[in-house]
């Protein structure tokens, strides 16, 4: 246990910059060789950001929190979810106490109101009323209890009646529910198949179409033209060039063609649908080309879902910010695996 | 014949696969791989453009191999770790440049972006949330409010009381939490870039 725990702050001090350079060195070098640490180093990851949006980190974790860890802009959007998340679930938590707690005091203040009047009650009886109305007053209440004592025992029967009602509801709903798996085994070993289907027809149209030689599509290889470039002043006729990105493709190598010019390097934003930023790089050199340049970026297949994007090509100056170059239009569709 | 320095980056990148391993759809997956690791490493360690330095390192390593360079070594991320120290070292001493996200608006035309006050920003966060919790499964809901309306200083005994209330191990709570936080992150981040 004190090896997990010694484990666990280790990676915590790593994430607050607080090891020394012998220590930083010696994880780093395990960290890259270990893909399980990887893992675990985005756990605790995000149980400190969680930790530190509920408060619960000590004041020189905290510090360090602010000033080292929070550098990064992921992190602190990471942040803005822990703190919506904590005050969303502080919020659905009094709401819960409060359900609980109402019919409680409801209750309390029920029986308070009881006793107070009980004493006068009792006061009446002994002093004002004749014989023969208590004689019947207790005739009533024979009366009532007997009649109470009936409907005790009715309700009693409908409880067992609900309570049989429960378990064969709960009898049948395990029915269902073991139903519904073994429907829904059925229908993932179906879907297996049919994916096996389809890849093994992939398969079979490809043997009869393809050289044997043929390199499988893991990366996709496309050039961006500078005719499919708009300018972001001069504008330009809007062409959107299609990427037709297969299943089983890993990295996409783009190649980006881009007039000469005096800026020293390029910063590359890739938008889903012209909003979402779903891949960027910064500080990227270009490459001559002819009387061009190019820019060539790897970009994880993983990242190209299916839709429109809008590849945004800003340049930056030795001095002073980066200016929007233009952009290109890009269509990727996902085809079936070829491989 | 001459090859231009785009083919030349190619050869690099090409190389740096065969490297990492013979088999083409392993290396593309080593890369993948290591890349976000690398990554992780750099942000950790504070670099501003962590995706970029992890392209430098192995741009780096392309360049060496396709310039014969033998690299012998039983584990690659080994030799990866020291060339990464290296970009490190370098960006360090770099001045600090601007980030794309903190580019003034005027800059990026037709983006269309709106002012938003602070209070609207999160009653538009606090929005993406509830829909992207009522995605989730009542059981899953449940759980993740749970663990963020827990005294997290009382951490250790409130998981191990929610782990055997499920009858699970505390490890397997954590990456249930895990996974169940990153898918919901997702929806959120994915509701509110619309």
């Known amino acids: 246990m004190s090896s997990q725990n010694d484990h666990h702050a280790l990676i915590v001090n790593y994430l607050l910059g607080r090891l020394s350079e012998t220590e930083l060195e010696s994880f780093e070098r395990n960290y890259l060789a270990d893909e399980s640490l990887f893992e675990e180093l985005q756990e605790v990851e995000d149980e400190l950001i969680d930790d530190f949006a509920s408060d619960a980190l000590t004041i020189d974790q905290k510090l360090a929190f602010e000033k080292y860890f929070l550098r990064s802009s992921e992190r602190r959007e990471k942040l803005a979810f822990a703190t919506a998340m904590t005050e969303r679930a502080v919020a659905w938590q009094k709401g819960t106490l409060v359900s609980i707690e109402t019919p409680a005091r409801d209750l309390s203040s029920v029986e308070l109101f009881d006793n107070s009047n009980s004493k006068q009650h009792l006061l009446f009886w002994q002093d004002s009323v004749p014989a023969w109305r208590q004689w019947v007053a207790v005739a009533a209440a024979v009366l009532l209890a007997v009649v109470i004592g009936v409907l005790w025992f009715r309700n009693r029967e409908l409880q067992r009646q609900v309570i049989t009602t429960d378990a064969n509801y709960a009898r049948l709903r395990q029915e269902v529910d073991a139903q519904s798996k073994a429907t829904a085994e059925t229908k993932a070993e179906l879907s297996a198949e049919q994916q096996q289907t389809q890849m093994l027809e992939s398969q079979v149209e490809q043997l009869q179409t393809s050289p044997p030689d043929k390199i499988h599509d893991t990366i996709v290889n496309i050039v961006l033209g500078i005719d499919y470039l708009v300018g972001a002043t001069r504008g330009g006729e809007k062409k959107v060039k299609t990427l037709a990105v297969p299943a089983n493709a890993r990295l996409v190598r783009l190649t980006l063609n881009v007039a000469a010019s005096s800026f020293e390097s390029f910063n590359i934003l890739l938008r889903r649908d012209g909003e979402r930023v779903v891949w960027r790089r910064s500080g990227l050199k270009a490459k001559p080309a002819g009387d061009r340049r190019r820019l060539n970026l790897t970009i994880p297949a993983e990242t190209l879902l299916l839709g429109d994007y809008q590849v945004l090509v800003l340049g930056a100056p030795p001095e002073g910010d980066a200016e929007l170059i233009g952009r290109y239009f890009l269509k990727v569709e996902r085809k079936r695996a070829t491989k | ?194």
């Open chain 2, 1 to 194: 014949m001459a090859i231009d320095r785009s083919q030349q980056q190619d050869l690099a990148f090409h190389a740096l696969l065969d490297w990492l391993n013979p088999n083409r759809d392993r290396a593309a997956d080593d890369y993948v791989r290591l890349h976000r690791r690398l990554a992780k490493m750099f942000e950790a360690r504070g670099c501003l453009t962590p995706e970029d330095c992890a392209d430098e390192t192995f741009n780096r390593i392309g360049s060496q191999l396709i310039e014969g360079k033998e690299i012998r070594t039983d584990n690659p991320t080994f030799y990866i770790n020291g060339v990464a120290r290296h970009v490190l070292l370098e960006q360090w001493s770099k001045p600090v440049q601007e980030q794309i996200e903190d580019l003034p608006a005027e800059k990026l035309p037709q983006d269309n972006h709106r002012e938003l006050n602070e209070k609207q920003e999160k009653e538009r966060w606090h929005s993406c949330l509830e829909k992207c919790l009522q995605t989730l499964p009542q059981e899953s809901r449940q759980l993740l409010l749970e663990y963020y309306a827990e005294d997290k200083t009382q951490k250790i005994e409130t998981r191990s009381r929610m782990a055997k209330q499920l009858g699970v191990a505390a490890g397997v709570l954590r990456n249930r939490i895990f996974k169940l936080r990153n898918s919901l992150r997702g929806c959120v981040a994915t509701c509110l870039a619309r």
